[in-house]
Nanobody, 122 residues
């Protein structure tokens, strides 16, 4: 069972980036993105229900980030635009094997990817 995040890199402030998370080994229901800046705790970014019909965002990214999923491809996405230096961090995808409802709590997700680093320069 694996979640493989990719798409991170260096981007200028105001730019855009798309992250992907490929799932393998099992079906995941609710999925989410979390991020962790150096010296800070991992925080919720966005999440999506198992069907993709319901999404939620942290206030700090609302209107700038869009989470989506392609269940046929077992892939989760995070489209990021109008990036700011404070968006810098390691981005982790997470999946739940038991709940279809998205949630902001890390404890609701029992599988995690390895993280992909996004650096936004000013």
């Amino acid at each position: 069972v694996q979640l493989q995040a990719s798409g991170g890199g260096l981007v200028q402030a105001g730019g855009s980036r798309r992250l992907s998370c490929a799932a393998s080994g099992r079906t995941f229901y609710a999925m989410g993105w979390f991020r962790q800046a150096p010296g800070k705790e991992r925080e919720f970014v966005a999440a999506i229900s198992g069907s993709g019909g319901s999404t939620g965002y942290a206030d700090s990214v609302k209107g700038r980030f869009t989470i989506s999923r392609d269940n046929a491809k077992d892939t989760l996405y995070l489209e990021m635009s109008s990036l700011k230096p404070e968006d810098t961090g390691a981005y982790y995808c997470a999946g739940s094997s038991w709940s279809s409802r998205w949630d902001q709590q890390r404890s609701r997700y029992n599988y995690w990817g390895q993280g992909t680093l996004v650096t936004v320069s000013s």
